[in-house]
Each structure stands twice: as structure tokens, then as C-alpha cells.
């Protein structure tokens, strides 16, 4: 394979990730999780679906246009259309990759695509040679790769690497892959396939089995030198192979691996919960590296054996992968360019002054209620400052008595198009009371899919974060709120919900066959 001195992370949070039901990130949100990317130091950021949308394209044209120290990739399925449309959105970029797909396992080809296998290489030929009329970089996955015939796949990657792809991906769709086996169809490919040596070979792996990342790992152990992972492995059904724990596995197992990653660790927890904070989607408190209870030990001998020498228990020291670097930040004597500054630091920048000015107005009330201002509190308050400024709905007061033996009883005040209206409703408990009232006023005809609450940062005085749900119509989106009183965070999720699903905005998905 051409010389890499490193493997190559190729983060997909932004197109793959994107794709988990309701996780739909704005422009600006996109922007700054690819900064923190950036900092990461991610070989390469597919920033997202050029053809799928205006909005889609809009992304990843900005991200294109600010992000110096990765590539910066667009998805386009083996069409004509799709390639061109990622040319234009990734031009910018210094160094931009195009994408390029076919399906090439027998049920994919015969159902989906209803081509015939001579027909599938003609289509993948002429799609990477229409992308390297482009870019000089190119990469061509083998859609549903684990399901498909391995002769089928030496004969499609040898035509694609003779066309001009200089990276060829192998992924895992659907999560069907055992590491053994994946490991050694890597193997093989690489052994068999007459050109491999001018393609790095990369593996895009699916947690349908809870084997996205063990199976990347194999891959890496047979020859591949490119992972596609996520953030937290966000993505859609299970997720995908998670960037922090493919990335601190072979840092940590330097022992079995022959080469390692680029990344800057230091970032990754920042990044967790930066992508957590926009998406909606928490991070559980056992999740490998990034969860709140990863380097914490309950038991009395594992305590007494990490402080007697801490590798006795621990393989990775919290600090590494950016642990403990968020202390106290700022507080309520904190001045605008204080605030300013270290929101800069995070990646935040604010489009007018007006969402910076809303911003410190939101920081100096909350440091009223809270002692500590943390990363956390300012990415939350970042989030919800431009959430809560658009939307057909919004939250002016509201009002909730719950007490033993009696109904619990909410009354709100909320803003639609423009007018004042007071709402009153009871329910089963608080959240339920305040749910209805809203309910009772928008009559959504949504289905609540999920309710989930989570904290911010430690302590009782805590921001609670929640995610609500909601599905109408096909449309799934999440709508997140934050404030240290659950009950008004419950209803500012909801609300932003509605804005949400009334806004009419519907993404396409990737694979979608009408884009």
C-alpha cells in the first residue's frame, strides 16, 4: 500500500452520525464540531451529503471554507449528479476528498440497485473516474462489503484503484461482520487484489452486533490503514466504531500495534460532549474512555490499588483524554471578554453580536444560580441561545404545583406566532402536567418517543439536560433543552421540538433513491 506513517482517522460524525433518527444538526452546529475536530486532529472530516440538501451542501461548503488542518470530504453515491454537487461543496477546502459508493453485495445489487455485477463495476468505474476529474483524492467504498462475494470484491476494488481511487473502504453496513472473519477477509483482499499496494485500505464498521470497533481493530492488525469511526459512535441503529476507543486502543496497545494515530486525545471528552450537547444524545455513564463513570472506582480494593500506584486498575490515565481539564472557568464576576475569550476557545463564535450579547445575558444568570461555571454550562448555553431565538413556539412562564396526594397541575404562558396564550393542564406528574398544557394549545398530533434527562456537570446545583422526541409523519426529530430546573428544561425540549417539526425542513437520507 502507498506509505502511511500513521493510521488515518477518518471522523464521519457529521454525515454518518448525522444520520441517527432526530440527531439533524444545524449549519453553525456542524461548523463547530468540525473545529473540535479539527483540534482533535482528524486526518479527515466527512462533513457531510452534498446532494442530499441545500442545507447539506451549505454545510460542507463552510466547513470547507474554515477548516485548514484536515480534509475535508463530501459523500456522493456512484452518480454523476451526486459527485459533481460534492466537487463544488468541497472546492474550497485545501485538501478535499470525494466519496464515492456502489453496493456490491448480491441482495443490495439485486434488490436496491436491481444492476446486474458487470454492470456495478462499469458504474463504480466511471464514477472514480469522474471524481478524479475533480480531486486527486478519491475514495470508493464497497457498500454492504460484509455480505458480499469476495471474488466479486477483488474484481470491483482492482477496477476502482485502475480508475484512479487512492483509497478503498471496505465497510461493514449492517453490522454483520464477526473480527475474525473481517480480519481475514482484509487479508485476503489485500493479498489478492494485483494493485492493492496503490490504495490504503480503510474499513467503515456498524454496530449492529456491538462488534463496530473490535471489528476495526482486526482490520487494522490484517493491513487496513484507515478506520471511519464517530464521536461517542453516534450513528444510525446501533452506531458506528467509535473514534475514541479505536483511537485509545491502539494508543494503549502499542504492544500488538505497529502504528498508531495522530489524534491530540486531550480533546476527545471536550469533543464527547460537545457532540452529545448538540445532538440530544447522552453519553451513558459506563461508555468506554468518555462515560461520567469510566475512571471513577466504587469498590474498596480498587480504590486502595489505584492510590497505593494507579496502574494497578488503570490503563489510561482520565487526563489523556481530557479529564479533569475542565474546572472552573469563569463565574459570576466574569466580564463579556472573559466570556468571549473562552467561548473562542471552545470553537463558539457567534454570527452577530446580538446571539453573543443573549449568550452573556444567559452566563450571567446562571452564575447567579450556579457557584462553578464550567465548559459544559457554556457549550449548553451556547446550544440553546440559538435555539430558543427562533421557532414558531416559545416559552414566556410557567408555573407547576406538584405535591403528595394531590394532581399535579402546570400553567404556562407560551409564545405562538407572536401571541401570548396561557395554558393549564393537569397530569401523572409535573412533566406529564406541562407536556399537555403545551398540547393543549399547538395540538401537534406528534407521538412522544422519547423523554431523557441528563446532568451537565456534577452537584446539586447542576444544569439538567433533556432530550425530548418527537415522530409525526415519518419526521423524527430531538429537541434539547437546558436549565437548573428540570421541569422548565423539560419544556423548552419540547418546544424546541415543535419548532422543529413545524419547521418543514426535511432532510434526505444519504441512501435515499429520490435525492
Given at each position: 500500500?502507498?506509505?502511511?506513517?500513521?493510521?488515518?482517522?477518518?471522523?464521519?460524525?457529521?454525515?454518518?452520525?448525522?444520520?441517527?433518527?432526530?440527531?439533524?444538526?444545524?449549519?453553525?452546529?456542524?461548523?463547530?464540531?468540525?473545529?473540535?475536530?479539527?483540534?482533535?486532529?482528524?486526518?479527515?472530516?466527512?462533513?457531510?451529503?452534498?446532494?442530499?440538501?441545500?442545507?447539506?451542501?451549505?454545510?460542507?461548503?463552510?466547513?470547507?471554507?474554515?477548516?485548514?488542518?484536515?480534509?475535508?470530504?463530501?459523500?456522493?453515491?456512484?452518480?454523476?449528479?451526486?459527485?459533481?454537487?460534492?466537487?463544488?461543496?468541497?472546492?474550497?477546502?485545501?485538501?478535499?476528498?470525494?466519496?464515492?459508493?456502489?453496493?456490491?453485495?448480491?441482495?443490495?445489487?439485486?434488490?436496491?440497485?436491481?444492476?446486474?455485477?458487470?454492470?456495478?463495476?462499469?458504474?463504480?468505474?466511471?464514477?472514480?473516474?469522474?471524481?478524479?476529474?475533480?480531486?486527486?483524492?478519491?475514495?470508493?467504498?464497497?457498500?454492504?462489503?460484509?455480505?458480499?462475494?469476495?471474488?466479486?470484491?477483488?474484481?470491483?476494488?482492482?477496477?476502482?484503484?485502475?480508475?484512479?481511487?487512492?483509497?478503498?473502504?471496505?465497510?461493514?453496513?449492517?453490522?454483520?461482520?464477526?473480527?475474525?472473519?473481517?480480519?481475514?477477509?482484509?487479508?485476503?483482499?489485500?493479498?489478492?487484489?494485483?494493485?492493492?499496494?496503490?490504495?490504503?485500505?480503510?474499513?467503515?464498521?456498524?454496530?449492529?452486533?456491538?462488534?463496530?470497533?473490535?471489528?476495526?481493530?482486526?482490520?487494522?492488525?490484517?493491513?487496513?490503514?484507515?478506520?471511519?469511526?464517530?464521536?461517542?459512535?453516534?450513528?444510525?441503529?446501533?452506531?458506528?466504531?467509535?473514534?475514541?476507543?479505536?483511537?485509545?486502543?491502539?494508543?494503549?496497545?502499542?504492544?500488538?500495534?505497529?502504528?498508531?494515530?495522530?489524534?491530540?486525545?486531550?480533546?476527545?471528552?471536550?469533543?464527547?460532549?460537545?457532540?452529545?450537547?448538540?445532538?440530544?444524545?447522552?453519553?451513558?455513564?459506563?461508555?468506554?474512555?468518555?462515560?461520567?463513570?469510566?475512571?471513577?472506582?466504587?469498590?474498596?480494593?480498587?480504590?486502595?490499588?489505584?492510590?497505593?500506584?494507579?496502574?494497578?486498575?488503570?490503563?489510561?490515565?482520565?487526563?489523556?483524554?481530557?479529564?479533569?481539564?475542565?474546572?472552573?472557568?469563569?463565574?459570576?464576576?466574569?466580564?463579556?471578554?472573559?466570556?468571549?475569550?473562552?467561548?473562542?476557545?471552545?470553537?463558539?463564535?457567534?454570527?452577530?453580536?446580538?446571539?453573543?450579547?443573549?449568550?452573556?445575558?444567559?452566563?450571567?444568570?446562571?452564575?447567579?444560580?450556579?457557584?462553578?461555571?464550567?465548559?459544559?454550562?457554556?457549550?449548553?448555553?451556547?446550544?440553546?441561545?440559538?435555539?430558543?431565538?427562533?421557532?414558531?413556539?416559545?416559552?414566556?412562564?410557567?408555573?407547576?404545583?406538584?405535591?403528595?396526594?394531590?394532581?399535579?397541575?402546570?400553567?404556562?404562558?407560551?409564545?405562538?406566532?407572536?401571541?401570548?396564550?396561557?395554558?393549564?393542564?393537569?397530569?401523572?406528574?409535573?412533566?406529564?402536567?406541562?407536556?399537555?398544557?403545551?398540547?393543549?394549545?399547538?395540538?401537534?398530533?406528534?407521538?412522544?418517543q422519547l423523554y431523557s434527562v441528563n446532568n451537565i456537570t456534577s452537584g446539586t446545583d447542576a444544569q439538567g439536560e433533556v432530550t425530548v422526541r418527537l415522530e409525526r409523519g415519518g419526521r423524527i426529530v430531538n429537541g434539547v433543552g437546558a436549565d437548573t430546573d428540570i421541569i422548565i428544561a423539560s419544556a423548552k425540549a419540547y418546544i424546541e421540538a415543535l419548532n422543529l417539526i413545524t419547521s418543514g425542513g426535511v432532510r434526505q437520507h444519504p441512501q435515499g433513491a429520490d435525492v
Open positions: 500500500m502507498p506509505a502511511t506513517d500513521h493510521l488515518v482517522i477518518f471522523d464521519t460524525t457529521l454525515r454518518d452520525g448525522e444520520q441517527s433518527p432526530g440527531a439533524t444538526m444545524t449549519k453553525a452546529e456542524k461548523l463547530r464540531i468540525a473545529k473540535i475536530l479539527e483540534k482533535l486532529r482528524v486526518d479527515v472530516i466527512e462533513a457531510g451529503f452534498a446532494i442530499a440538501s441545500q442545507g447539506d451542501f451549505e454545510a460542507v461548503k463552510g466547513i470547507a471554507e474554515s477548516i485548514k488542518g484536515s480534509t475535508i470530504c463530501s459523500l456522493a453515491r456512484a452518480l454523476d449528479k451526486d459527485i459533481d454537487r460534492a466537487a463544488e461543496a468541497i472546492r474550497p477546502a485545501e485538501r478535499g476528498r470525494i466519496h464515492t459508493f456502489i453496493a456490491t453485495s448480491p441482495i443490495h445489487m439485486k434488490h436496491k440497485l436491481q444492476m446486474q455485477p458487470d454492470e456495478v463495476v462499469e458504474q463504480a468505474v466511471r464514477s472514480v473516474k469522474r471524481a478524479r476529474s475533480h480531486v486527486d483524492d478519491v475514495e470508493f467504498s464497497c457498500e454492504d462489503a460484509g455480505r458480499s462475494d469476495l471474488d466479486f470484491l477483488c474484481r470491483i476494488i482492482e477496477a476502482a484503484i485502475n480508475a484512479g481511487a487512492t483509497t478503498i473502504n471496505i465497510p461493514d453496513t449492517v453490522g454483520y461482520a464477526i473480527p475474525e472473519q473481517f480480519g481475514e477477509t482484509i487479508r485476503q483482499l489485500l493479498n489478492r487484489v494485483p494493485n492493492a499496494d496503490k490504495a490504503i485500505f480503510s474499513v467503515h464498521c456498524h454496530n449492529d452486533l456491538g462488534l463496530a470497533v473490535a471489528n476495526s481493530l482486526a482490520a487494522v492488525s490484517s493491513g487496513a490503514r484507515q478506520v471511519e469511526c464517530t464521536i461517542n459512535g453516534l450513528g444510525e441503529r446501533a452506531g458506528n466504531a467509535s473514534l475514541e476507543e479505536l483511537v485509545m486502543a491502539v494508543r494503549t496497545r502499542q504492544d500488538l500495534y505497529t502504528i498508531d494515530t495522530r489524534i491530540d486525545t486531550h480533546h476527545i471528552v471536550p469533543a464527547s460532549r460537545l457532540v452529545s450537547t448538540i445532538t440530544g444524545f447522552p453519553v451513558q455513564p459506563n461508555k468506554a474512555i468518555v462515560g461520567a463513570n469510566a475512571f471513577a472506582h466504587e469498590s474498596g480494593i480498587h480504590q486502595d490499588g489505584v492510590l497505593k500506584h494507579r496502574e494497578t486498575y488503570e490503563i489510561m490515565r482520565a487526563e489523556d483524554v481530557g479529564w479533569h481539564t475542565n474546572s472552573l472557568v469563569l463565574g459570576k464576576h466574569s466580564g463579556r471578554n472573559a466570556f468571549r475569550s473562552r467561548l473562542l476557545e471552545l470553537g463558539i463564535q457567534f454570527e452577530t453580536e446580538t446571539e453573543l450579547n443573549e449568550a452573556f445575558t444567559r452566563f450571567k444568570a446562571l452564575a447567579d444560580l450556579k457557584h462553578e461555571i464550567f465548559d459544559e454550562d457554556l457549550q449548553a448555553i451556547a446550544s440553546h441561545t440559538r435555539q430558543e431565538e427562533e421557532g414558531r413556539y416559545g416559552l414566556v412562564t410557567m408555573q407547576v404545583c406538584s405535591e403528595t396526594g394531590v394532581v399535579p397541575k402546570a400553567s404556562l404562558t407560551l409564545l405562538m406566532d407572536g401571541k401570548e396564550h396561557k395554558v393549564d393542564a393537569e397530569g401523572s406528574g409535573p412533566v406529564d402536567a406541562t407536556f399537555k398544557a403545551i398540547e393543549s394549545l399547538v395540538d401537534s398530533g406528534c407521538n412522544l
